[in-house]
């Protein structure tokens, strides 16, 4: 995984986060779940943790 934080141009911050794999790349239909599974993981599963 790696994430990269940008600026928004305001007062804000933009997180965007890459899957990194080494080859031979994941079939179509497991990249999607590992997608899903990661972005459940990141985008709700950590906000609730700080109560967001």
């Known amino acids: 995984m790696r994430f990269d934080l ?3 141009g305001s ?3 933009q997180l ?3 899957l990194l794999v080494a080859e ?3 079939d179509p239909s ?3 779940h590992l997608r899903k599974r990661l ?3 990141i985008n709700a599963d ?3 943790t700080f109560g967001q």
Do not use: Q
């Open 6 to 8: 940008e600026s928004d």
């Open 11 to 13: 007062e804000g911050t």
């Open 16 to 18: 965007r986060w890459t």
């Open 24 to 26: 031979p790349l994941p």
């Open 30 to 32: 497991l990249l999607g």
């Open 39 to 41: 972005n459940e993981l």
């Open 46 to 48: 950590l906000r609730y």
